[in-house]
């Protein structure tokens, strides 16, 4: 994995721009993230022209399903060698492990990391409770997280204001993948658990996940950059 923390989410339905973005950041950002958008659109052949130009990319589809629906996912993906891909933690024990055993199977020693998601940086203690989830968002997080790195997953999702417990809690091998990361005076959009980039770094985030910023600015490279210089000197 690569050192750079940052990785660029590519939230588009636009091959094109993506491919153009992926490309024009090499060297700015460790990698890009790939979802649900662009995935739908245009599937494993935009994953490949995404990827051609040599950046690791993080598979965001967040596999949610029963054990064996959800290892065939992960065999497939594999077969286009991401750097991460993940699941939701919320599938459960059975289904976490399932992933893991098939992406050591088809990966072997250069699998893709897999990562459990937690609780979306999206939802707050209110959004959950109206769901049925009883505690905060943060208990959720901890207990999903100790049921993710009980299953052999390799890390997990989770928004900036968890680092801190996740990490006393899980260790310093568990990665730590952290959306929801906004640079000083950036907007929020619909993210509502928050955290400046050098604030996430310095708590322990192995992977920060940063998308409007970068790919909204005039120049997504230069604000890239701007951002990792930032994290070099706060180091």
Not at 151 to 174: T, W
């Amino acid at each position: 994995m690569t050192r750079n923390p940052i990785f660029c989410a590519l939230d588009t339905t636009d091959r094109d721009r993506a491919v153009t973005l992926a490309r024009g950041l090499g060297g700015s950002v460790g990698g890009v993230k790939i979802g649900k958008e662009f995935f739908t659109a245009h599937g494993p052949e935009g994953v490949r022209a995404v990827a051609a130009g040599g950046m690791p990319v993080f598979l965001d589809l967040k596999y949610h399903d029963i054990p064996n629906t959800v290892a065939g996912a992960v065999r497939a993906a594999c077969a286009l060698k991401p750097a991460i891909i993940n699941v939701h933690a919320a599938g459960g024990r059975a289904m976490m492990k399932a992933a893991v055993d098939a992406a050591t199977k088809a990966g072997g020693a250069s699998r893709p990391w897999v990562i459990a998601v937690t609780v979306l940086t999206s939802l707050d203690d209110a959004d959950l409770a109206a769901v049925g989830y009883s505690g905060s968002a943060g208990d959720n997080v901890r207990r999903l997280a100790a049921l993710a790195q009980a299953s052999g997953i390799d890390g997990v999702v989770c928004s900036a204001h968890e680092i801190a417990s996740l990490r006393r809690e899980c260790g310093a091998n568990f990665k730590l993948v952290v959306p929801g990361i906004r640079p000083d005076g950036a907007a929020l959009g619909d993210q509502k658990r928050t955290m400046t980039p050098a604030e996430a770094l310095a708590l322990g985030a192995d992977v920060l996940v940063i998308g409007r910023p970068i790919t909204g600015a005039a120049d997504p490279a230069q604000a890239a950059r701007t951002i990792r210089d930032g994290l070099a000197r706060a180091a």
